[in-house]
Structure formats: C-alpha cells, structure tokens
C-alpha cells in the first residue's frame, strides 16, 4: 500500500527502544482537581533526552473502575531504566500530586513483581504522624496534609515496554499539519495501553542523534525543517512546507504498533501530503515499525478503518 486515500505512505519505519514503565492511578473529588492532578504530573516529561522521565495520560477512569470510587485517571511514565524511573516517580508524585487538592495515588501494575519504592519515601513527609495500613496484601501509606490525609500506595509496579513509536505528518501548510496532528492524536487517545508525551501529544522539534556542538546528545532534524531544504538532505515531500511529529509509547510492542496504525488513518487526508516516520538507520532502537506492513496487518485491520 502506497496510499492511504490521497496521502502518500512513505516507505519507512519508525525505530524505538525498550523502557521500563509504570502507571499511576490517580483520584481526585472531581474532574477539576483530577485534570490539574495529570496536568501537573505529566509535565516536562516529553523525552528523556532532558526530561527525568516521558510521561502522559493513558486515560480517564470512571468512579467505579477506581480503588476509592472517585473519578480517576491513568497515567504511564517511561524511563531507561528502573533505577532512573525509581528516582523520578516519587519526586513527581510528592511535588505533583501530594500538593494537589483531594488526590490520593495507586499502583496501577499490581500484578507486577518488579516494584520500586512511592509511599515508602514520601510517607516521612508526614514527619512520624503517617500511618500505614495494610489491606487485601497492599499496604498504603496516610499523610497528614492540610485538607486531610493523602493516600498513597507503599510501591509501584513496573514492566517492560516500547517508547519512540512515531509518525511524522507532512503538509503545506501549518493549519493543514495541525488539523492531521490532533486527528492522530485524538485517536491514539482511544487505546489502552499508550500515550503520548509532547504537548498536546505533538512534537515540531524533532530530533537526530549527536550535533555539531560538543557535549549535545541530540539537534534538529534537520531533514524535516522546511527552511533548510537546499542546505541538507532533505526527507520532505516537495510541496510540504511543514512537518509534525506524533510520538507513541505503549506498554508493549503490539501497544504502539495499534496506536500507529490509528495514528496514520486518523491523519490522512486530502491536506496531507505524506505519512513517514523519524529513525535512525535502525541502529539504535531494538523495535522497527514499517508503516506500509503496519497498514496492510490483518492484526489491524480494525483499526481506524477507512469507510
């Protein structure tokens, strides 16, 4: 398949890494508090090439699907390793979502036998009036805080999971870019399992490998700025004056093959271009997503389809 619609599939992969992740369960007394609760906490958290951690909302839960019935959010946070998600989680948690009014924080993973440590550290911000509580095996952590107590979770579980997924969105213009952007991100947003870590789940500095500035891990992707085409290389259609990076990561490789899939068909369409990817020759990332098989997988098929 070399077209989806009028959009061009260009013949590329995408090429991603395996992280380590855990996901939150958060619970406020409303949506108000719960929005400013997943705001806060996923914050800075667009790529670990600065960022302690990438982090974004896997969804909404519903009072009944949550631990204290309160409506509830789900949010995955990636890091390289577990020692380096360990250090971030209870930082963010203790600075993001202790201050926030109302919340109270769960394990997300219980099933999961690889843990690292949440209320077990911010359980001496109660300065020894904390108490613990141990219910159905899960002990939990209350803190005294200003508008009574903030209920957390003594650990966390953690898996194994894909992070870098991505489809890059070229068009000619930028209203035309924005418009296939939200519509790829929007239907990420319906799947379990993902997220999507820039802002508003885009990102328009994308990046390579290295620089020409020593001591700089990672610059511009050159290839994919419109004002450099004639400078270098470039990897833009040649009427595509703009470009847009969606990025995906999911708790497994299947996880983010879907969100890419929804991604692509969701973007398509008459304003748009081209449909590629951003990589890295493969030799960096374990995981290679070629977008024209991903399209043409009988596992996908349902996908997003086009009607």
Aim: aromatic fraction near 8%.
């Amino acid at each position: 398949m070399e077209q989806l619609g009028p959009t061009w599939i260009q013949d590329t992969f995408a090429e991603a890494f395996g992280m380590t992740f855990t996901r939150l369960w958060i619970t406020a007394h409303d949506a108000y508090w719960l929005d400013a609760a997943v705001r806060e906490v996923t914050g800075y958290g667009s790529s670990v090439i600065a960022c302690d951690a990438e982090a974004g909302l896997e969804g909404w839960l519903a009072p009944e699907q949550t631990p204290d019935g309160r409506p509830g959010a789900a949010v995955l946070l990636f890091a390289f390793s577990t020692d380096k998600l360990a250090k971030a989680v209870p930082v963010r948690v203790g600075q993001c979502l202790m201050t926030c009014p109302t919340t109270a924080v769960y394990d997300g993973l219980r099933e999961s036998s690889r843990r690292i440590p949440l209320g077990k550290h911010l359980r001496f911000f109660g300065d020894g009036y904390q108490k613990s509580k141990l219910l159905a095996g899960v002990r939990y952590w209350r803190i005294p805080v200003m508008d009574g107590e903030f209920v957390v979770e003594e650990s966390l579980g953690t898996g194994r999971g894909v992070a870098g997924g991505n489809i890059v969105i070229q068009t000619r213009d930028v209203p035309s870019g924005l418009a296939a952007a939200r519509r790829a991100v929007e239907a990420v947003g319906g799947l379990p399992g993902v997220m999507t870590p820039f802002p508003g789940g885009v990102a328009r500095s994308g990046s390579k490998v290295g620089s020409r500035y020593k001591g700089l891990v990672a610059s511009t992707a050159d290839a994919y700025c419109p004002s450099l085409r004639g400078r270098v290389t470039s990897q833009l259609h040649p009427e595509a004056n703009c470009a847009y990076e969606v990025v995906m990561d999911g708790v497994s490789e299947q996880a983010v093959a879907a969100a890419m899939v929804a991604a692509l068909r969701a973007a398509a369409g008459d304003e748009v271009l081209a449909l590629g990817a951003g990589n890295y020759g493969g030799k960096l990332g374990k995981f290679s997503f070629a977008l024209r098989t991903l399209l043409q997988s009988p596992d996908f098929s349902k996908i997003g389809a086009l009607t």
